[in-house]
């Protein structure tokens, strides 16, 4: 029974570490990069071939220099939903699609430099703050948005030009879209010798040449959506990157224009990153370093910033694929990245033929991993305040950014949590022989228990000694100094004598009304310390 129970609550993924699974591993979640590394790229309105970089820079550097062995690092939709308003607004004012990624390249370097500084200032550990009702806020916004960014695929034409699909071109475009997403589904069930995803788009993009052949449909593939974007562009065959100076003209509204967004992209994928971190350290039983992972994607941005990527962060499917293909060591990311950059060398007239009706199935089918159905199931049974916070959470990714959420979630969080802890204080009210009333604390006094404690006395009706024992609670912050310095004056104005006991010393120096209280008795040696500017 015991052994049935061992395993019914395991929840480390074993698998021992060596070349082979490492290679085998690696190859697989290659092939999975390719068509998310697409997408992603359109997500941004950028050229396919910049996605296809930064998937292979990000995951290579990452995986040599990074803080956790075996987390996979790409072109991701956290990222590329930054970039996208940008390259929007670029192309707005009527910039070239070369002219617009110059730009990209330099907001790509410049959040790559606050990523290192992160790191180098040893900041990854607050990502401890996020809580639970945050982290799954951030996961739904992020695949609402992912979502909506498909929209466009079902329109030709770019910007103000772009119309919708003919109803029977529609029609089937949906048609494929269910086949791929059928495909990813059912398959595994069939064969795990072959990836899903990769199988779904090999079935759909063979349909799609079948289809045309016979005159039936003509699909649209990443070549039209590419030139759809950039109508100079008639394939995406690559070289290696080649290093360069990112082409944006240097002026100090430049600079205004590409900050926010360069500092955004930095807190999302140190976000995405440190988060999927933490959860890779709980499956393999192992810890992983945060602030060298947080250089790691400094340095990865910096270069696709330098060479051509749309820069990332880490790939939470991808790097799941990979823990449970037997991914252990640095090995798996660097084959990752090597196959990857094998494929975009010499692999690209098959990519050029992929509809995008495959590409929109794949998304969907992210989508549908990603968003976190279980909070629909639990949503009635948890604290009121924590299903706020993922309906909030989720709204402002959708509305605002992700980066932005987060941070308001965490400050909500705290409020709740401080409003929750404030409304009730603990206390013991006794008689001592000598016939004083004794109100033994056992609680926090801060901000947000100081009107409750203030509510526990009754200065009017209390006997002529009054005790308040600090013994078994601690004084946080000025609201609670106050609180007291209150209590005292309501007992001097009733003539009463009031007895602080165990009170800490940065407290005594702090109480104003002193010369009213009878008796102060200071512990020297607590270890805790109030938040008061005065002491500073």
Request: hydrophobic content about 50%; charged content about 15%; glycine content about 8%.
């Amino acid at each position: 029974m015991q052994e049935i129970t061992n395993k019914l609550f395991k929840l480390k993924i074993e698998r021992p570490k060596n070349v082979k699974n490492d290679i085998l591993s690696g190859l697989t979640v290659a092939l999975v990069l390719v068509p998310e590394a697409l997408a992603f790229s359109f997500v941004a309105r950028v050229d396919p071939i910049v996605g296809l970089y930064a998937a292979f820079m990000m995951g290579l550097i990452t995986a040599i220099f990074g803080g956790r062995p075996g987390m996979i690092s790409g072109a991701t939709g956290a990222v590329a939903v930054i970039f996208a308003p940008l390259m929007i607004g670029l192309y707005g004012e009527g910039l070239t699609a070369q002219e617009a990624e110059g730009y990209l390249f330099a907001t790509v370097t410049l959040m790559g430099i606050f990523q290192m500084l992160f790191g180098i200032f040893k900041l990854g550990k607050f990502v401890r703050m996020v809580p639970h009702p945050v982290m799954l806020g951030f996961v739904n916004g992020l695949a609402i948005i992912i979502f909506k960014a498909q929209f466009e695929m079902f329109h030709i034409g770019h910007g103000e030009h772009a119309h919708l699909l003919a109803p029977t071109q529609m029609g089937i475009m949906i048609a494929m879209i269910m086949l791929t997403m059928a495909v990813s589904h059912f398959s595994p069930k069939l064969t795990k010798a072959v990836p899903a995803t990769l199988m779904a788009i090999i079935i759909v993009t063979v349909l799609s040449l079948i289809l045309k052949r016979a005159g039936i449909h003509e699909e649209r593939t990443v070549i039209d959506f590419v030139q759809n974007i950039d109508p100079t562009k008639t394939t995406i065959k690559a070289s290696l990157p080649r290093f360069m100076i990112p082409s944006m003209p240097f002026t100090l509204d430049n600079l205004k224009l590409i900050l926010p967004f360069s500092f955004l992209a930095a807190c999302v994928g140190l976000i995405e990153s440190l988060m999927t971190l933490t959860l890779i350290d709980e499956l393999t039983g192992t810890r992983g370093r945060s602030n060298r992972e947080s250089i790691a994607q400094g340095l990865a941005n910096i270069t696709n910033g330098f060479f051509g990527g749309m820069g990332g962060c880490v790939t939470m499917g991808q790097s799941m694929i990979n823990i449970h293909g037997g991914g252990r060591g640095r090995l798996s990311g660097i084959s990752a990245a090597t196959f990857l950059l094998i494929i975009l060398l010499f692999a690209y007239p098959l990519i050029e033929i992929i509809p995008l009706s495959a590409l929109v199935g794949v998304m969907f089918m992210l989508v549908i991993a990603t968003f976190e159905w279980s909070s629909f199931r639990i949503i009635s049974r948890i604290p009121k305040i924590d299903a706020f916070i993922i309906i909030l959470v989720s709204a402002v990714t959708v509305l605002v950014n992700i980066a932005t959420a987060v941070f308001i979630g965490i400050i909500v969080s705290a409020l709740g949590f401080a409003w929750e802890h404030g409304k009730k204080i603990h206390a013991t009210v006794s008689t001592s022989e000598n016939g004083a009333k004794v109100y033994t604390l056992q609680s926090a006094l801060f901000f947000g228990s100081a009107q409750s404690f203030k509510e526990l006395f009754d200065p009017v009706n209390d006997p002529q000694d009054v005790v308040i024992d600090f013994e078994n609670a601690r004084v946080y912050d000025h609201s609670g100094i106050e609180i007291i310095n209150n209590i005292t004056e309501r007992y001097a104005e009733q003539g009463k004598n009031l007895h602080l006991l165990n009170l800490s010393k940065e407290c005594s120096e702090l109480l104003e009304k002193a010369d009213n209280i009878v008796e102060l008795s200071v512990v020297e040696d607590l270890d805790w310390h109030i938040a008061d500017d005065r002491l500073a």
